[in-house]
């Protein structure tokens, strides 16, 4: 924690050549999330749309996402306008907005299990944090699986009154849309890429941070630490935005 008053010292004490890895890194995040939202937009008979407008898309979700205490819903609320904007009904919009970020978050969740078990097979950080992530994931995915499994899915993502019931619907809708997606082959392949590249992205940025100054904690432990701090954000404490994350993350990172 510089503050801003430092801050300018702060950075000068840095090695240079980690702080552009910190850069180019951010860099790759905006080209994965700009490659998903263009790919979940095209596949299964979508508008094609060049990358000026799903770029001006992923800038100001992310902005939002920064600048309002409830960021979360801000960002998804500009992604969800931009694709009503291009032609989609209101449900499939929905369940778009919500499968394309489940896919993100499917790709950050077999990146967090796998290092939870690398981290536990090497004794790189304790039973508290990696537990989670060998329960947690294959459990979600289990049920994922089980939901849009074909000879009930349809049942799942009918129409139906109530809130709680119409919430479930689109969230089954999002899932079956990522199992079909993935399950296109080479029309799906992009979309798992691209998200792949988001996340790898948003940790070269970490890495390059910290051997900036002089850290250099293992990848395993790394990956660990930055998908628990991330996964923080989920609880909700108002007025924070991502300032939650940073300080899970530190947190994670010291453990």
Not at 46 to 62: D, E, H, Q, T, Y
Not at 85 to 106: H, Q, S
Not at 199 to 222: K, T
Request: with cysteine.
């Amino acid at each position: 924690a510089a503050g801003f008053a430092a801050l300018e010292e702060t950075l000068r004490s840095g090695d240079p050549a980690w702080l552009l890895v910190c850069a180019a890194g951010q860099l790759l995040v905006f080209a994965g999330y700009g490659g998903v939202y263009r790919k979940a937009v095209e596949i299964e008979g979508g508008p094609r749309i060049g990358w000026a407008l799903s770029l001006r898309v992923v800038m100001a979700s992310f902005g939002l996402g920064q600048l309002v205490a409830a960021g979360g819903a801000a960002a998804l609320a500009v992604t969800y306008r931009a694709l009503r904007r291009l032609g989609f009904g209101t449900r499939d919009a929905g369940v778009r907005l919500i499968g394309l970020n489940t896919l993100v978050y499917l790709a950050f969740g077999i990146g967090g299990l796998g290092a939870a078990v690398a981290s536990l097979a090497t004794s790189s950080a304790p039973l508290a944090m990696t537990l989670p992530w060998i329960v947690a994931i294959p459990a979600m995915l289990v049920a994922a699986r089980w939901f849009t499994a074909p000879r009930r899915v349809e049942r799942w993502v009918a129409p139906a009154r109530g809130w709680f019931r119409r919430a479930l619907a689109l969230g089954v809708g999002g899932a079956w849309w990522v199992r079909r997606a993935v399950g296109a082959g080479g029309a799906g392949r992009p979309l798992v890429c691209w998200a792949v590249l988001y996340w790898i992205g948003d940790v070269a940025s970490l890495w390059g941070a910290l051997h900036a100054f002089g850290a250099e904690p293992g990848l395993a432990a790394l990956v660990l630490a930055y998908t628990t701090g991330y996964a923080a954000q989920i609880i909700p404490l108002p007025f924070v935005a991502t300032g939650g994350i940073d300080a899970a993350t530190t947190f994670a990172l010291t453990a």
